[in-house]
Nanobody
Framework: VQLQASGGGLVQSEGSLRLSCVASGVTLDYYVIGWFRQAPGKEREGVSCISTSDGTTYYVDSVKGRFTISKDNGENTVYLQMNSLKPEDTAAYYC?????????WGQGTQVTVSS
């Protein structure tokens, strides 16, 4: 099982980006996929997650109303639409799931928001 994250980049404050997390080796019908981020010198934090079975979502308070997580089971992909980006959103973003009790992480995709 592998996760491939992409979509990061450099954007100005109040701009938007959409991150993608594509899974291979497993069909994302009954999983929880999470997005995490880690800024330099800070601990990795959970940003958002979604249940691919019923679409239940979670957001950390700092991104509520700005970020939207969604899924496309047919494409085996989870998206994170990020709007109204702020410099404090600058971080490496990772997607993660669990498979047979083990954490599976995608590689990071860098998001840099300039003021």
């Amino acid at each position: 099982v592998q996760l491939q994250a992409s979509g990061g980049g450099l954007v100005q404050s109040e701009g938007s980006l959409r991150l993608s997390c594509v899974a291979s080796g497993v069909t994302l019908d009954y999983y929880v996929i999470g997005w995490f981020r880690q800024a330099p010198g800070k601990e990795r934090e959970g940003v958002s997650c979604i249940s691919t079975s019923d679409g239940t979502t979670y957001y950390v308070d700092s991104v509520k109303g700005r970020f939207t997580i969604s899924k496309d089971n047919g494409e085996n992909t989870v998206y994170l639409q990020m709007n109204s980006l702020k410099p404090e959103d600058t971080a490496a973003y990772y997607c993660k799931t669990q498979y047979r009790g083990a954490d599976v992480w995608g590689q990071g995709t860098q998001v840099t928001v300039s003021s």
